[in-house]
């Protein structure tokens, strides 16, 4: 337990002082939301204000972006630095290394969290979570699901230099597919078709039911049902595939 | 006590090239062994399979009482790698590099004194990005040595390093040897076998093609007389040369003649090493 605290802090260590990762990673989803609730902040949805919604989108928008990308491209940029071959020697079990970087990005994707409902209380008058304890259940499903995606992806990858642009390019249209940005109901039925297999989609829908109107993740087993098996897709891609030492240098 | 490695016909391929094709010998405990050879001659992959990265195809290996392939976690608290190529977290400083490291050990070695035995005292709190090449290899070197090994694995540890920043890197290894530590170093360059190692394998094309130390590698080979006799470089290879000096300075003092630049070596290792693997002109 004391060598799974001790890794754990020199992940967080390294996050924080990393000022890209600081700022691309924990810093953009707030910033977002600043945007999106100073220019769509006013008015009602069924009762709610859009802000509530707002806030669950870029709940949303934060675990695809911290749990999947900030994961895939911290291991990746690692595996090509030769760090995860060097750390391979060492007797830290290769299982903790994953599980701490795991949390430590889950850690950093539940503070993005607190950030963007504060933001939303205290800036725009959204109301506070119907169910939190529901909430925080989804918001911990989805990290675990999109960071076995994140897993899954940094198997697939190959070059450090490729993988931002290679997570963004994913991300960014999966949120406006899924709704993250604003509601979905004025797009193509071609697209609502897209967004109808993502995860993203799953995990907003739990997320505002669990925000907005109350009600547990087990109200929708389908939801989650869906969007842990996308995780589970993930990790098994990461088990076949992920290397430890670098693929291009 | 057994040896700390031994290597029986050990093979390995990747698809049709084959890397190692049989190769033999044994380290013992607080010796320095040197694998030579040049670019492409599997130094790199015998280390690799040694430090538990690569399997092998055949033959037997065991280091320290383990089977490296199989790699458990113990094995992997008694020794310490130095890579070829690897980089650690920018943003972390010198010292916070090694707490972390040491905090993966059983007995770590205080980690104030493994910065100042690789030299690094000066650039304790400053950061990785800032270090010089020759300084990332130090910190390498650093956190190979604090978790207290028993063996340390050096691959090409100076590698594009300067004259002076190879000197101090033998310094560094030589002490290495103080502590009691057995190292298996790679290398291709002839010098530094010679100084560092007490027993060389000479490595080309997967095969060891002379294995002993430096001395005896050169032991056998004949003695060189040059000189310059006006103006010509003249050079008497032979098996006698008490006999042979003798008469060579007899006849110049005979003829009242100065031999300029009068010297007698045995071949280095360079010339054993170009005899070796230079043949081929693939070093």
Known sequence: MSLFVHQLRAEQLVFWRSREAAIFIFIFPPLLFLLLGSVYGEGDIDGHPVTSYLVAGMLGYAVANTAFGGLAIQLVIRREYGILKRIRSTPLPPSLYLSCALVSNVLVYVLQAAVVVALGLTLYDAERPAATASLVAVLALGAVSFAGLGFGAAALIRSSDAVAAVVNVVVLPMSFLSGAFGSTEGYPSALQAVADVLPLTYFLDLTLAAYVDGQAPWDDPGAVGILAAWGAVGYLVAVRRFGWEPRER | ?283
């Open chain 2, 1 to 283: 006590m057994s040896s700390a490695i031994a290597v029986h016909d050990l093979r390995k391929s990747y698809g049709t090239t084959d890397a190692l094709r049989g190769i033999t010998f044994d380290v013992e405990r607080g010796e320095v062994f040197g694998l030579l050879g040049p670019n492409g001659a599997g130094k790199t992959t015998a280390v690799e399979i040694l430090e538990g990265y690569r399997r092998r195809d055949g033959g037997t290996v065991e280091v320290l009482g383990f089977d490296p392939a199989r790699s458990p976690r113990r094995f992997r608290e008694r020794i310490g790698v130095v890579l070829q190529q690897s980089e650690l977290w920018p943003m972390l400083t010198v010292r916070e590099v090694h707490r972390l490291f040491a905090g993966y050990y059983p007995h770590p070695r205080d980690i104030d004194e493994v910065i100042d035995l690789v030299g690094l005292g000066e650039k304790r709190d400053a950061r990785v990005k800032t270090l010089s090449g020759g300084q990332k290899r130090r910190l390498d070197l650093g956190i190979a040595l604090v978790g207290d090994p028993e063996l340390v694995f050096l691959d090409e540890p100076t590698t594009g390093f300067d004259p002076a920043a190879r000197r101090a890197a033998w310094g560094m290894i030589r002490s290495l040897r103080e502590l009691g530590k057995t190292v298996l170093l790679t290398t291709h360059y002839l010098d530094e076998a010679q100084q560092l190692a007490d027993r060389v394998a000479v490595l080309r094309g997967g095969l060891i093609l002379r294995l002993g130390s430096p001395s005896e590698l050169t032991a056998s080979t004949r003695a060189v007389i040059r000189f310059r006799e006006a103006g010509v470089e003249q050079s008497i290879e032979t098996d006698e040369p008490t006999r042979t000096l003798h008469e060579l300075t007899g006849r110049a003092l005979a003829q009242g003649l100065e031999l300029d630049g009068l010297e007698v070596r045995r071949s280095s290792l360079e010339d054993v090493y170009l005899d070796l693997v230079g043949e081929e002109g693939d070093a």
